[in-house]
């Protein structure tokens, strides 16, 4: 069965860019209607939407992030990752990344999280 | 795009149901029946509990079913149990974005 497991540094310094990979393993990220997501979840807070990737490479991200993030798929390597700029202390949360399905007989939900990774941005 | 709301919390005794409710829009829970809900324990990541407003994944439990009507969204829990107790929040898929409630800490007396 697929699972996803995400990896990058635990501690980015304020004004750079933090950077998660998510691997996709037991199946093809290229296979299959499904949105390669990340999602956020500070301490102690709510789950924050961060954006989404399509099988087919089309972007959706959430409008409060936009201007400083980038999400994309490397299918060689059977990963997808995230790329947020310009990162302050309010960005320290648990990173998860997360399989949305979009096939016809079952839609829009998320059914497969990695175990989440924690960030600190701090100097 | 705001978040859905969610109560804050709610409680309940073991054997008796409670609802969680999750209000949006007409541009998203009110505009698409794909509103979904997951449990979160401590530490641990969601576990999808309902997809598609009412639908059950394989292996979650029929004492969670949920509903929509307008622009809210249902979570109900029937025979609670201990292991129940954890945070639920709710999501709606929409076509340029997926929004998530504020999460509701429900408690087991």
């Known amino acids: 069965q697929v699972q996803l497991q995400e990896s990058g540094p635990g501690l980015v310094k304020p004004s750079q860019t933090l950077s998660l990979t998510c691997t996709v393993s037991g199946g093809s990220i290229s296979s299959g209607s499904y949105y390669w997501s990340w999602i956020r979840q500070p301490a102690g807070k709510g789950l924050e939407w961060i954006g989404r990737?399509?099988?087919?490479?089309?972007?959706n991200y959430n409008p409060s992030l936009k201007s400083r993030v980038t999400i994309s798929v490397d299918t060689s390597k059977n990963q997808f990752s995230l790329k947020l700029s310009s990162v302050t202390a309010a960005d320290t949360a648990v990173y998860y990344c997360a399989r949305l399905i979009a096939a016809a007989d079952w839609f829009g939900a998320f059914d497969i999280w990695g175990q989440g990774t924690m960030v600190t941005v701090s100097s | 795009q705001s978040a859905l709301t969610q109560p804050a919390s709610v409680s309940g005794s073991p054997g008796q149901s409670i609802t969680i409710s999750c209000t949006g829009t007409s541009s998203d829970v009110g505009g698409y029946n794909y509103v979904s809900w997951y449990q979160q324990h401590p530490g641990k990541a969601p576990k999808l509990m309902i997809y598609e407003v009412s639908n059950r994944p394989s292996g979650v439990s029929n004492r969670f079913s949920g509903s929509k009507s307008g622009n809210t969204a249902s979570l109900t829990i029937s025979g609670l149990q201990a292991e129940d107790e954890a945070d639920y929040y709710c999501?709606?898929?929409?076509?340029?974005?997926?929004?998530f409630g504020g999460g509701t800490k429900l408690t087991v007396l």
């Open positions: 990737i399509y099988t087919s490479g089309s972007t």
């Open positions: 999501s709606s898929y929409t076509s340029s974005s997926s929004l």
